[in-house]
């Protein structure tokens, strides 16, 4: 058989534990075989970040400006915990933290849906992406116990020295009180990574936030959506057949309750956090959820939303059989792979992508799954496989 061609690489971002085992698999059994794989590959397991300082991070997330596509595997996040267990020099941050920060994007995330794999919410039928603006609010809030009487102002100082004040509260008694900010440019940059993915995917765009009550904050969110939206993209919304949508963020909440799903939701970091594991968790499970982070440039890094699986890398090492699942991974190739032949024209690489996904779901549909899958699957004679022979099973229907 021909093997499928490729022009430009993807960059290939390789992690740790269970998820990288996984990753060799999936190449070996479900890529090498079909594709003559073109990758720039980065090592960011934790081992070789520690060798370079991190450096391979972020050469890793300059090349995902260069190429526009990457394809990453879960990484640890060190803790003192992964400081001690493997002897860092440092406790260096998040890589996707790194990698978000070098694209400023934002990050899509989505339930991958199949039969057998039921959303709690009985009239969700198709998948809500969740997108969710990472940059700023509470997570870069400053707060203050209070501990007797007095008053507490916001301050601003201009580069003149001049001063505006506002009084956020006069206290006559102990209390807690918290300062937080955001930036407009992350906010536009947010704004065209949610149109741009909502025109990418042929989907409505949602957003809401609380702006009758934040007539400032939260309303300078909704004026920033609005007015990119008038001026850039107004048009290519209409042509395309979507539509954009802005509510209060307790009316999106009700409506999304009662929707059968197919749009995006953008929200603001601390709603996005809270939502996304709500929607995930109603659809089924991390395992099968996919996540794409899209700079305002174009740029798409595509990953799963789970993390390493420590405790089944644990027994792997000790012998023992693991059943972990590998859709979500599985799913950030084909998202990659697609992506790529797009970009390329390159149309045999997209309909690959297609008969992947496909064979996934077709593998799972007929009953075969790892065990996360077949604890919660209302197909009543799941066959359990463990990690390598779910992936050899996909493999066998690809051929
Ligand atoms: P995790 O790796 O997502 O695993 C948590 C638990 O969820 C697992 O123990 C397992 O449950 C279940 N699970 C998750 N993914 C699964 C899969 N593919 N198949 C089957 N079961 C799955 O989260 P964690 O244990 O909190 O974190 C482990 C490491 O991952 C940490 O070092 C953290 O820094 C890192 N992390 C990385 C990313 C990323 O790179 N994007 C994201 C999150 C966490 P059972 O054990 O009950 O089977
Ligand atoms: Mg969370």
């Not at 707060?143 to 301050?155: C, N, Q, R, S």
């Not at 740029?299 to 789970?306: L, V």
């Amino acid at each position: 058989m021909e093997k499928i061609k490729m022009t430009t690489p993807i960059v290939e971002m390789d992690g740790d534990e269970m998820t990288r085992i996984l990753w060799k698999m999936i190449k070996d059994h479900l890529l090498l075989p079909f594709i003559d794989l073109k990758t720039e590959y980065y090592d960011l397991g934790l081992e070789y970040r520690d060798q370079t300082n991190d450096q391979v991070t972020i050469d890793s997330a300059n090349a995902a400006k260069k190429y526009k596509v990457a394809v990453k595997c879960a990484t640890i996040t060190p803790n003192a915990a992964r400081v001690k267990e493997y002897n860092l020099k440092e406790m260096w941050k998040s890589p996707n933290g790194t990698i978000r920060a070098i694209l400023d994007g934002t990050v899509f995330r989505a339930p991958i849906v199949v039969k057998g794999i039921e959303p709690c919410v009985k009239n969700w039928k198709k998948p809500i992406t969740i997108a969710r603006h990472a940059y700023g609010d509470v997570y870069k809030g400053s707060e203050m116990k209070i501990p007797g009487a007095g008053k507490v102002e916001l301050v601003y100082t201009a580069e003149d020295g001049s001063e505006t004040r506002e009084l956020v509260h006069a206290f006559d008694g102990p209390g807690i009180v918290q300062g937080m900010h955001n930036i407009n440019k992350s906010i536009e940059s947010f704004a065209r990574s949610c149109f741009n993915y909502a025109l990418d995917t042929k989907q409505d765009l949602w957003f809401a936030t609380k702006d009758t009550i934040s007539k400032k904050y939260d309303h300078t969110f909704k004026d920033i959506f609005q007015e990119i939206f008038e001026k850039e993209y107004e048009e290519k919304f209409s042509k395309a057949g979507i539509t954009y949508f802005y509510t209060l963020i307790d009316d999106a909440v009700a409506r999304v309750m009662k929707s059968e799903g197919g749009y995006i939701w953008a929200c603001k970091n601390y709603d996005g956090d809270v939502m996304s594991d709500m929607v995930s968790s109603a659809f089924g499970s991390l395992a099968m959820m996919t996540s794409v982070l899209v700079s305002p440039d174009g740029d798409y890094e595509y990953e799963a939303a789970h993390g390493t699986v420590q405790r089944h890398y644990y027994k792997h090492l000790k012998g023992e059989e693991t059943s972990t699942n590998s859709v979500a991974t599985i799913f950030a190739w084909t998202g990659a792979l697609r992506k790529r032949g797009e970009l390329d024209g390159n149309k045999e690489l997209q309909a690959f992508a297609d008969r992947l996904e496909k064979a996934t779901i077709d593998t799972i549909e007929s009953g075969e799954m790892t065990k996360d899958l077949a604890l919660i699957t209302t197909n009543p004679n799941p066959v359990v496989l463990n990690s390598e022979d779910f992936i050899k099973a996909i493999a066998k229907r690809l051929q």
